[in-house]
Protein backbone atom coordinates (compact mmCIF):
# COMPACT_ATOMS: atom_id res chain seq x y z
CA UNK A 1 0.00 0.00 0.00
CA UNK A 2 2.68 2.58 1.27
CA UNK A 3 5.06 1.50 -2.41
CA UNK A 4 1.64 1.78 -4.62
CA UNK A 5 1.17 5.14 -2.63
CA UNK A 6 4.55 6.77 -3.29
CA UNK A 7 4.75 5.89 -6.96
CA UNK A 8 1.61 7.52 -7.26
CA UNK A 9 3.31 10.18 -5.68
CA UNK A 10 5.99 10.66 -7.65
CA UNK A 11 4.23 10.21 -10.70
CA UNK A 12 2.41 13.61 -9.51
CA UNK A 13 5.46 15.07 -9.22
CA UNK A 14 6.46 13.65 -12.58
CA UNK A 15 3.62 14.74 -14.90
CA UNK A 16 3.50 18.37 -13.11
CA UNK A 17 7.43 18.64 -13.68
CA UNK A 18 6.65 17.25 -17.40
CA UNK A 19 4.06 19.91 -17.77
CA UNK A 20 6.69 23.05 -16.81
CA UNK A 21 9.17 21.66 -18.64
CA UNK A 22 6.62 21.67 -21.99
CA UNK A 23 6.19 25.63 -21.33
CA UNK A 24 9.59 26.49 -21.75
CA UNK A 25 9.93 23.82 -25.08
CA UNK A 26 7.34 24.97 -27.02
CA UNK A 27 7.62 28.48 -26.86
CA UNK A 28 10.64 29.84 -29.38
CA UNK A 29 13.62 31.44 -28.52
CA UNK A 30 13.99 35.39 -29.87
CA UNK A 31 16.21 34.54 -32.45
CA UNK A 32 13.83 32.47 -34.20
CA UNK A 33 12.11 35.73 -35.22
CA UNK A 34 15.37 37.69 -35.95
CA UNK A 35 16.09 34.61 -38.65
CA UNK A 36 15.33 35.51 -42.38
CA UNK A 37 14.31 32.01 -42.43
CA UNK A 38 11.24 32.34 -40.43
CA UNK A 39 8.08 32.67 -41.94
CA UNK A 40 5.53 34.57 -39.90
CA UNK A 41 1.68 34.08 -41.40
CA UNK A 42 0.61 37.31 -38.91
CA UNK A 43 3.35 39.55 -40.21
CA UNK A 44 6.05 40.49 -42.42
CA UNK A 45 8.68 43.29 -43.36
CA UNK A 46 10.57 44.28 -46.38
CA UNK A 47 12.61 47.00 -47.79
CA UNK A 48 11.95 47.22 -51.39
CA UNK A 49 12.70 49.43 -54.70
CA UNK A 50 10.87 50.42 -57.59
CA UNK A 51 12.03 47.58 -59.65
CA UNK A 52 10.18 45.07 -57.51
CA UNK A 53 13.31 43.71 -55.46
CA UNK A 54 13.35 43.47 -52.00
CA UNK A 55 14.93 41.79 -48.65
CA UNK A 56 13.41 40.40 -45.68
CA UNK A 57 13.79 42.71 -42.29
CA UNK A 58 12.87 40.38 -39.38
CA UNK A 59 11.28 42.05 -36.65
CA UNK A 60 9.21 41.98 -33.29
CA UNK A 61 6.89 44.58 -32.09
CA UNK A 62 6.89 46.65 -29.40
CA UNK A 63 4.53 46.67 -26.85
CA UNK A 64 2.36 49.06 -25.88
CA UNK A 65 0.75 49.79 -22.08
CA UNK A 66 1.05 45.68 -21.19
CA UNK A 67 -1.71 44.72 -23.78
CA UNK A 68 -0.80 44.79 -27.82
CA UNK A 69 1.53 46.03 -30.23
CA UNK A 70 1.82 49.51 -30.84
CA UNK A 71 -0.53 50.33 -33.68
CA UNK A 72 -3.06 48.29 -33.54
CA UNK A 73 -5.38 49.86 -31.06
CA UNK A 74 -5.33 47.01 -28.77
CA UNK A 75 -6.14 44.15 -31.28
CA UNK A 76 -8.42 46.09 -33.56
CA UNK A 77 -6.72 47.35 -35.99
CA UNK A 78 -4.35 46.15 -38.75
CA UNK A 79 -0.93 47.60 -39.42
CA UNK A 80 -0.05 48.10 -43.55
CA UNK A 81 2.36 50.49 -44.09
CA UNK A 82 4.24 51.32 -47.15
CA UNK A 83 6.55 54.21 -46.54
CA UNK A 84 10.04 55.94 -47.38
CA UNK A 85 12.53 56.19 -44.80
CA UNK A 86 14.43 58.54 -43.01
CA UNK A 87 17.92 57.51 -40.90
CA UNK A 88 18.51 59.52 -37.95
CA UNK A 89 21.14 58.14 -35.94
CA UNK A 90 20.56 57.44 -32.92
CA UNK A 91 17.60 60.24 -32.93
CA UNK A 92 18.63 62.15 -29.79
CA UNK A 93 18.27 65.61 -29.50
CA UNK A 94 21.14 66.88 -27.37
CA UNK A 95 22.11 70.34 -28.23
CA UNK A 96 20.50 72.82 -31.29
CA UNK A 97 23.87 72.08 -33.22
CA UNK A 98 23.10 68.51 -32.97
CA UNK A 99 19.44 67.70 -33.48
CA UNK A 100 18.67 65.02 -36.34
CA UNK A 101 15.38 66.33 -37.17
CA UNK A 102 16.38 69.76 -38.34
CA UNK A 103 15.88 70.37 -42.30
CA UNK A 104 14.05 67.43 -42.87
CA UNK A 105 10.08 66.70 -43.54
CA UNK A 106 9.37 63.53 -41.78
CA UNK A 107 5.78 63.73 -42.67
CA UNK A 108 4.55 60.38 -43.13
CA UNK A 109 8.14 58.28 -43.53
CA UNK A 110 9.53 55.17 -41.47
CA UNK A 111 11.92 56.47 -39.18
CA UNK A 112 15.09 54.18 -38.49
CA UNK A 113 16.98 55.01 -35.18
CA UNK A 114 20.12 53.10 -33.80
CA UNK A 115 19.74 52.56 -30.22
CA UNK A 116 22.52 51.17 -27.77
CA UNK A 117 25.61 52.29 -30.60
CA UNK A 118 28.25 52.43 -28.82
CA UNK A 119 29.24 56.32 -29.50
CA UNK A 120 32.10 56.61 -26.69
CA UNK A 121 32.83 60.84 -27.55
CA UNK A 122 29.09 61.13 -26.27
CA UNK A 123 28.10 58.74 -23.90
CA UNK A 124 27.42 60.31 -20.91
CA UNK A 125 25.59 63.02 -22.42
CA UNK A 126 23.67 60.06 -25.08
CA UNK A 127 22.93 57.99 -21.64
CA UNK A 128 20.83 60.66 -20.00
CA UNK A 129 18.44 60.46 -23.01
CA UNK A 130 15.93 57.56 -22.93
CA UNK A 131 14.61 55.99 -25.71
CA UNK A 132 11.32 56.83 -25.40
CA UNK A 133 12.56 60.68 -25.93
CA UNK A 134 14.12 59.34 -28.68
CA UNK A 135 10.93 57.94 -30.31
CA UNK A 136 8.74 60.92 -29.36
CA UNK A 137 10.73 62.86 -31.17
CA UNK A 138 10.14 61.40 -34.46
CA UNK A 139 6.15 60.87 -33.55
CA UNK A 140 6.31 64.27 -32.57
CA UNK A 141 8.01 65.70 -36.25
CA UNK A 142 5.81 63.64 -38.31
CA UNK A 143 6.73 59.92 -38.32
CA UNK A 144 4.20 57.28 -39.19
CA UNK A 145 6.05 54.43 -37.92
CA UNK A 146 9.32 53.80 -36.11
CA UNK A 147 11.79 51.39 -36.70
CA UNK A 148 14.35 50.79 -33.69
CA UNK A 149 17.45 48.98 -34.86
CA UNK A 150 18.97 47.37 -31.53
CA UNK A 151 22.47 46.70 -31.13
CA UNK A 152 21.99 43.93 -29.00
CA UNK A 153 22.03 40.12 -29.83
CA UNK A 154 18.09 39.14 -30.58
CA UNK A 155 16.75 42.53 -29.18
CA UNK A 156 13.38 41.67 -27.11
CA UNK A 157 11.20 43.19 -24.77
CA UNK A 158 10.47 46.53 -25.37
CA UNK A 159 7.49 47.63 -23.45
CA UNK A 160 6.09 51.12 -23.11
CA UNK A 161 2.96 52.99 -21.68
CA UNK A 162 1.76 56.01 -21.00
CA UNK A 163 5.49 57.56 -21.78
CA UNK A 164 5.06 57.02 -25.81
CA UNK A 165 3.31 59.85 -26.82
CA UNK A 166 0.76 58.28 -29.53
CA UNK A 167 0.37 54.69 -29.44
CA UNK A 168 -1.12 54.79 -32.84
CA UNK A 169 2.01 54.97 -34.41
CA UNK A 170 3.84 51.29 -35.09
CA UNK A 171 6.88 50.70 -33.55
CA UNK A 172 8.75 47.83 -34.61
CA UNK A 173 12.42 46.06 -33.41
CA UNK A 174 15.29 45.40 -35.73
CA UNK A 175 18.44 43.80 -34.93
CA UNK A 176 22.06 45.06 -36.41
CA UNK A 177 21.52 42.07 -39.25
CA UNK A 178 17.83 44.17 -40.26
CA UNK A 179 19.62 47.56 -39.53
CA UNK A 180 22.56 46.32 -41.89
CA UNK A 181 20.12 45.29 -44.85
CA UNK A 182 18.28 48.52 -44.79
CA UNK A 183 21.36 50.28 -45.17
CA UNK A 184 22.93 48.12 -47.94
CA UNK A 185 19.58 48.30 -49.48
CA UNK A 186 19.68 52.44 -49.82
CA UNK A 187 23.58 51.87 -51.09
CA UNK A 188 25.16 52.50 -47.77
CA UNK A 189 28.07 51.05 -46.47
CA UNK A 190 27.09 50.03 -43.09
CA UNK A 191 30.65 49.20 -40.95
CA UNK A 192 32.14 52.55 -42.87
CA UNK A 193 29.02 54.70 -41.13
CA UNK A 194 29.33 53.15 -37.79
CA UNK A 195 32.73 53.67 -37.76
CA UNK A 196 32.91 57.62 -38.58
CA UNK A 197 30.55 58.09 -36.53
CA UNK A 198 31.75 56.59 -33.49
CA UNK A 199 35.08 58.00 -34.14
CA UNK A 200 34.24 61.25 -34.96
CA UNK A 201 30.63 61.54 -32.57
CA UNK A 202 28.74 62.84 -35.25
CA UNK A 203 25.83 62.04 -37.71
CA UNK A 204 24.51 63.27 -40.65
CA UNK A 205 20.75 62.72 -41.06
CA UNK A 206 19.61 61.35 -44.19
CA UNK A 207 16.53 60.10 -46.29
CA UNK A 208 17.22 56.42 -47.60
CA UNK A 209 16.33 55.45 -51.51
CA UNK A 210 14.27 52.44 -50.33
CA UNK A 211 11.02 51.77 -49.32
CA UNK A 212 9.70 50.09 -46.30
CA UNK A 213 6.81 47.87 -46.21
CA UNK A 214 4.99 46.67 -42.90
CA UNK A 215 2.24 43.99 -42.52
CA UNK A 216 0.85 43.06 -38.86
CA UNK A 217 -2.47 41.41 -38.45
CA UNK A 218 -3.64 43.43 -36.01
CA UNK A 219 -7.64 43.28 -35.92
CA UNK A 220 -8.81 39.97 -33.67
CA UNK A 221 -12.04 38.64 -33.75
CA UNK A 222 -14.30 40.34 -31.10
CA UNK A 223 -16.30 38.95 -28.15
CA UNK A 224 -18.50 41.04 -25.75
CA UNK A 225 -19.56 39.45 -22.34
CA UNK A 226 -20.89 41.13 -19.13
CA UNK A 227 -17.37 39.55 -17.61
CA UNK A 228 -15.01 39.14 -19.89
CA UNK A 229 -14.41 40.58 -23.56
CA UNK A 230 -12.71 38.25 -25.78
CA UNK A 231 -10.19 38.75 -29.02
CA UNK A 232 -8.83 35.81 -30.36
CA UNK A 233 -6.86 35.92 -34.32
CA UNK A 234 -9.88 35.74 -37.35
CA UNK A 235 -9.94 31.63 -38.42
CA UNK A 236 -7.91 30.25 -35.21
CA UNK A 237 -11.14 28.84 -33.79
CA UNK A 238 -14.54 28.72 -34.13
CA UNK A 239 -16.71 31.33 -32.27
CA UNK A 240 -18.86 28.61 -30.38
CA UNK A 241 -15.58 26.85 -28.60
CA UNK A 242 -15.15 30.79 -27.73
CA UNK A 243 -18.77 31.07 -26.14
CA UNK A 244 -18.29 27.71 -24.40
CA UNK A 245 -14.98 29.28 -23.18
CA UNK A 246 -16.89 32.31 -21.65
CA UNK A 247 -19.02 30.05 -19.53
CA UNK A 248 -15.71 28.07 -18.14
CA UNK A 249 -14.31 31.53 -17.16
CA UNK A 250 -17.65 32.89 -15.95
CA UNK A 251 -17.48 29.97 -13.56
CA UNK A 252 -13.96 30.51 -12.29
CA UNK A 253 -15.12 34.27 -11.57
CA UNK A 254 -17.91 33.01 -9.67
CA UNK A 255 -15.64 30.30 -7.82
CA UNK A 256 -13.03 32.60 -6.73
CA UNK A 257 -15.07 35.56 -5.61
CA UNK A 258 -16.41 32.64 -3.26
CA UNK A 259 -13.05 31.13 -2.53
CA UNK A 260 -11.95 34.70 -1.04
CA UNK A 261 -14.90 36.10 0.33
CA UNK A 262 -13.54 36.63 3.24
CA UNK A 263 -11.34 38.98 1.75
CA UNK A 264 -14.01 41.08 -0.09
CA UNK A 265 -12.42 41.01 -3.63
CA UNK A 266 -14.59 42.35 -6.35
CA UNK A 267 -14.19 41.14 -10.59
CA UNK A 268 -13.86 44.35 -12.73
CA UNK A 269 -14.24 43.34 -16.22
CA UNK A 270 -11.56 42.11 -17.95
CA UNK A 271 -9.90 41.71 -21.53
CA UNK A 272 -8.67 38.25 -22.77
CA UNK A 273 -7.08 37.10 -25.54
CA UNK A 274 -6.65 33.96 -26.92
CA UNK A 275 -3.67 32.57 -29.71
CA UNK A 276 -3.27 29.50 -31.51
CA UNK A 277 -0.20 28.49 -30.50
CA UNK A 278 3.25 29.80 -28.20
CA UNK A 279 5.26 31.01 -31.47
CA UNK A 280 2.22 33.64 -32.33
CA UNK A 281 1.42 34.27 -28.24
CA UNK A 282 4.87 35.22 -27.79
CA UNK A 283 5.09 37.36 -30.95
CA UNK A 284 2.04 39.15 -29.49
CA UNK A 285 3.07 39.51 -26.17
CA UNK A 286 6.44 39.35 -25.60
CA UNK A 287 5.52 36.89 -23.18
CA UNK A 288 6.92 33.05 -23.16
CA UNK A 289 4.71 31.10 -21.37
CA UNK A 290 1.18 29.48 -21.54
CA UNK A 291 -0.35 32.32 -19.83
CA UNK A 292 0.22 35.83 -18.76
CA UNK A 293 -2.18 37.82 -16.55
CA UNK A 294 -1.48 41.70 -15.70
CA UNK A 295 -3.66 44.59 -14.42
CA UNK A 296 -4.68 44.77 -18.60
CA UNK A 297 -6.06 41.47 -19.22
CA UNK A 298 -5.53 38.13 -19.54
CA UNK A 299 -3.34 36.42 -22.76
CA UNK A 300 -3.35 32.56 -22.54
CA UNK A 301 -2.60 29.70 -25.45
CA UNK A 302 -5.64 27.85 -26.56
CA UNK A 303 -4.49 24.32 -27.75
CA UNK A 304 -7.39 22.14 -29.28
CA UNK A 305 -9.96 24.66 -29.23
CA UNK A 306 -10.25 23.93 -24.99
CA UNK A 307 -8.79 24.95 -22.01
CA UNK A 308 -8.20 23.54 -18.55
CA UNK A 309 -10.65 25.06 -16.39
CA UNK A 310 -7.82 24.90 -13.36
CA UNK A 311 -5.62 26.67 -15.98
CA UNK A 312 -8.23 29.29 -16.14
CA UNK A 313 -9.08 29.73 -12.68
CA UNK A 314 -5.14 29.82 -12.07
CA UNK A 315 -4.60 33.03 -14.39
CA UNK A 316 -8.13 34.72 -13.32
CA UNK A 317 -6.85 34.33 -9.33
CA UNK A 318 -4.20 36.72 -10.56
CA UNK A 319 -6.14 39.46 -12.14
CA UNK A 320 -8.45 39.23 -9.28
CA UNK A 321 -5.78 40.31 -6.71
CA UNK A 322 -3.86 42.35 -9.39
CA UNK A 323 -7.17 44.64 -9.39
CA UNK A 324 -8.28 44.62 -6.20
CA UNK A 325 -4.61 44.63 -4.00
CA UNK A 326 -1.98 45.27 -6.74
CA UNK A 327 0.94 43.28 -7.57
CA UNK A 328 3.56 41.29 -5.17
CA UNK A 329 6.67 39.23 -5.70
CA UNK A 330 6.73 36.22 -7.80
CA UNK A 331 6.61 33.46 -5.44
CA UNK A 332 3.34 34.97 -3.37
CA UNK A 333 1.44 35.57 -6.69
CA UNK A 334 2.64 32.41 -8.15
CA UNK A 335 1.23 30.67 -5.00
CA UNK A 336 -2.54 32.40 -4.80
CA UNK A 337 -2.50 30.90 -8.83
CA UNK A 338 -1.52 28.11 -7.63
CA UNK A 339 -3.40 27.37 -4.84
CA UNK A 340 -6.86 28.89 -6.46
CA UNK A 341 -5.90 25.75 -9.17
CA UNK A 342 -5.47 23.60 -6.61
CA UNK A 343 -8.80 24.33 -4.67
CA UNK A 344 -10.80 24.42 -7.93
CA UNK A 345 -9.54 20.78 -8.61
CA UNK A 346 -7.66 18.66 -7.09
CA UNK A 347 -7.05 20.12 -3.19
CA UNK A 348 -3.80 17.40 -2.97
CA UNK A 349 -1.49 18.43 -5.88
CA UNK A 350 1.00 20.71 -4.87
CA UNK A 351 1.21 19.40 -1.23
CA UNK A 352 2.12 16.25 -3.00
CA UNK A 353 4.74 17.51 -5.53
CA UNK A 354 5.95 19.75 -2.95
CA UNK A 355 6.51 16.88 -0.14
CA UNK A 356 8.25 14.62 -2.91
CA UNK A 357 10.72 17.60 -3.32
CA UNK A 358 11.15 17.84 0.36
CA UNK A 359 11.44 13.82 1.10
CA UNK A 360 14.42 13.81 -1.93
CA UNK A 361 15.76 17.44 -0.57
CA UNK A 362 15.46 18.56 -3.33
CA UNK A 363 13.10 21.83 -2.10
CA UNK A 364 15.06 25.22 -1.84
CA UNK A 365 14.91 26.75 1.23
CA UNK A 366 12.14 29.01 1.64
CA UNK A 367 13.51 32.69 1.70
CA UNK A 368 15.48 31.48 -1.37
CA UNK A 369 12.13 30.33 -2.89
CA UNK A 370 10.65 34.23 -2.25
CA UNK A 371 13.44 35.87 -4.36
CA UNK A 372 12.78 33.04 -7.22
CA UNK A 373 11.24 35.00 -10.75
CA UNK A 374 9.29 31.62 -11.42
CA UNK A 375 8.85 30.69 -15.58
CA UNK A 376 13.00 32.19 -16.00
CA UNK A 377 14.76 29.37 -14.50
CA UNK A 378 13.22 25.76 -15.38
CA UNK A 379 14.64 23.95 -12.40
CA UNK A 380 13.41 27.03 -10.25
CA UNK A 381 10.45 27.45 -11.53
CA UNK A 382 9.14 23.32 -11.96
CA UNK A 383 10.11 23.53 -8.12
CA UNK A 384 8.58 26.71 -7.52
CA UNK A 385 4.97 26.64 -8.80
CA UNK A 386 4.09 23.37 -6.46
CA UNK A 387 6.07 25.12 -3.44
CA UNK A 388 4.57 28.24 -3.98
CA UNK A 389 1.02 26.80 -3.81
CA UNK A 390 1.68 24.66 -0.97
CA UNK A 391 3.12 27.15 0.95
CA UNK A 392 -0.01 29.79 0.30
CA UNK A 393 -2.37 27.22 0.97
CA UNK A 394 -0.69 26.04 4.23
CA UNK A 395 -0.80 29.44 5.82
CA UNK A 396 -4.64 30.17 4.31
CA UNK A 397 -5.29 27.32 6.36
CA UNK A 398 -3.75 27.79 9.39
CA UNK A 399 -3.67 31.15 9.68
CA UNK A 400 -7.07 32.55 7.79
CA UNK A 401 -7.51 34.50 4.55
CA UNK A 402 -7.95 38.21 7.15
CA UNK A 403 -4.02 37.41 7.85
CA UNK A 404 -2.82 36.43 4.41
CA UNK A 405 -4.85 39.66 2.78
CA UNK A 406 -2.43 41.81 5.25
CA UNK A 407 0.71 40.07 4.29
CA UNK A 408 -0.66 40.46 0.70
CA UNK A 409 -1.11 44.16 1.36
CA UNK A 410 1.70 45.06 3.47
CA UNK A 411 4.68 46.74 1.95
CA UNK A 412 7.19 44.67 0.29
CA UNK A 413 9.34 46.82 -2.03
CA UNK A 414 12.46 46.33 -0.26
CA UNK A 415 14.21 43.25 1.36
CA UNK A 416 13.94 44.45 4.40
CA UNK A 417 10.32 45.07 3.72
CA UNK A 418 10.14 41.76 2.76
CA UNK A 419 11.89 40.30 6.07
CA UNK A 420 10.10 42.18 8.35
CA UNK A 421 6.44 41.55 6.94
CA UNK A 422 5.81 37.84 8.35
CA UNK A 423 6.74 38.91 12.18
CA UNK A 424 5.01 41.88 11.39
CA UNK A 425 1.55 39.79 10.34
CA UNK A 426 1.81 36.54 11.53
CA UNK A 427 4.44 37.11 14.54
CA UNK A 428 6.85 34.59 13.46
CA UNK A 429 9.76 34.74 11.47
CA UNK A 430 9.74 33.20 8.24
CA UNK A 431 12.28 30.06 9.16
CA UNK A 432 9.95 29.88 11.77
CA UNK A 433 6.82 29.60 9.36
CA UNK A 434 8.82 27.25 7.05
CA UNK A 435 9.84 24.78 9.86
CA UNK A 436 6.07 24.42 10.70
CA UNK A 437 5.24 24.14 7.11
CA UNK A 438 7.44 21.05 6.48
CA UNK A 439 6.38 19.56 9.96
CA UNK A 440 3.16 20.07 8.35
CA UNK A 441 4.22 18.14 4.97
CA UNK A 442 5.77 15.28 6.45
CA UNK A 443 3.04 14.72 9.22
CA UNK A 444 0.55 13.90 6.36
CA UNK A 445 0.28 10.01 6.52
CA UNK A 446 0.53 7.32 3.39
CA UNK A 447 -3.57 7.85 2.64
CA UNK A 448 -2.45 11.38 2.12
CA UNK A 449 -4.92 12.48 -0.60
CA UNK A 450 -7.93 11.30 1.74
CA UNK A 451 -6.25 12.97 4.97
CA UNK A 452 -5.25 16.38 3.58
CA UNK A 453 -8.47 16.67 1.63
CA UNK A 454 -10.69 15.47 4.97
CA UNK A 455 -8.46 17.87 7.20
CA UNK A 456 -9.02 20.96 4.57
CA UNK A 457 -12.97 19.93 4.75
CA UNK A 458 -13.22 20.34 8.19
CA UNK A 459 -11.99 23.54 9.10
Not at 346 to 353: G, P, R
Amino acid sequence: MKTTQTLKNLTTAFFFLSIICQSFSQCPDREYYYSPETDLPWASCYVYHAGGSKTKIPFLPAIYNKQAPQGTSCFTKDIALDLRMVFVGDGKVLAPDYDPYKNIDFTGKAVLICTFFPDTLNKKIKDKVETFDCINQAVKHGASAVVIADFNQSPYNYRFGEEYVNKEIPLIVIDKRGADKILHSAGKNPEELYNQWMLTGKFTPQELICNIKIDLKGRFNHLEKSNFTYYYPFESFNPNDIEALSEENDRSVDFLIGLFEKMELKWDKTMTVYFPGYDIKSFYTLHCGRGLANEMGVFMVLENTRQEYKLIVHENAHKLFSDNLGDNTSFISEGIGMYSEAEATDKMANHITTLNYLKQQKLFPLERMMNFNIGQIPEETAIGYPAAGSFIGFIIDVYGMELFKKLYMHKHSTVEDRRARWNNVYGKTLEDLELEWHKWLLSVPPNAAQAINAALTSR
